[in-house]
Each structure stands twice: as structure tokens, then as C-alpha cells.
């Protein structure tokens, strides 16, 4: 994911969005210019609490080794809570 080794990704298919944490966003080196202002409606968690995204970025990611590499675009909505994955790719990805 932009050119760094993640670890730590949750799939879930359960997801309707693919979510990066504030954390995976800075060890990515990336910056406010990278974000898109986010005018959508605010995630809501499976427990009912609501967070606003900061916006969202567009990034390359590979999936897969050797003959079974695939890269797709991915549009991540980038949040600041924490949580013990760096982000969780969801059912569209």
C-alpha cells in the first residue's frame, strides 16, 4: 500500500467502506494535502457510535504473492480513533 509492507488488515465483508486509521496514515507519510474533503454521512460502528471522517484518499494496493498479485485502486475514508488494525478493507474492495 503505497509502496509500505501493512500488516494488521481487517477484511470484512460485513464493511461497506474501506476505513484507514489516523495511525496507518502517518506511518504512510502521508499529509492533509493527500486527503479529499469527505461530504457523506458519518460511519456509524456496530456498537451505534458515529465518527466523522477527516476525508479520504485514493491509493494503490497489492494483494496476494508472486503469480497471484493483484493491485486495485482503493478509496480509504481515514478516521482518528484508535483500534488495534490499521484498516479494514471491506466487502466493495
Same mark, same amino acid.
Given at each position: 500500500?503505497?509502496?509500505?509492507?501493512?500488516?494488521?488488515?481487517?477484511?470484512?465483508?460485513?464493511?461497506?467502506?474501506?476505513?484507514?486509521?489516523?495511525?496507518?496514515?502517518?506511518?504512510?507519510?502521508?499529509?492533509?494535502?493527500? &486527503? @479529499?474533503?469527505?461530504?457523506?454521512?458519518?460511519?456509524?460502528?456496530?456498537? !451505534?457510535? /458515529? =465518527?466523522?471522517?477527516?476525508?479520504?484518499?485514493?491509493?494503490?494496493?497489492?494483494?496476494?504473492?508472486?503469480?497471484?498479485?493483484?493491485?486495485?485502486?482503493?478509496?480509504? &475514508? @481515514?478516521?482518528?480513533?484508535?483500534?488495534?488494525?490499521?484498516?479494514?478493507? !471491506?466487502? /466493495? =474492495?
Amino acid at each position: 500500500m503505497a509502496n509500505f509492507d501493512v500488516h494488521r488488515i481487517l477484511v470484512d465483508q460485513g464493511s461497506s467502506c474501506d476505513v484507514m486509521y489516523s495511525g496507518l496514515f502517518k506511518t504512510l507519510q502521508l499529509t492533509q494535502e493527500n &486527503l @479529499v474533503p469527505y461530504v457523506g454521512y458519518d460511519l456509524q460502528g456496530f456498537n !451505534g457510535s /458515529t =465518527t466523522k471522517p477527516r476525508g479520504y484518499v485514493d491509493l494503490i494496493v497489492t494483494f496476494g504473492e508472486d503469480e497471484s498479485l493483484k493491485s486495485v485502486r482503493v478509496q480509504f &475514508l @481515514v478516521v482518528d480513533c484508535p483500534s488495534l488494525y490499521n484498516c479494514i478493507i !471491506g466487502r /466493495t =474492495t
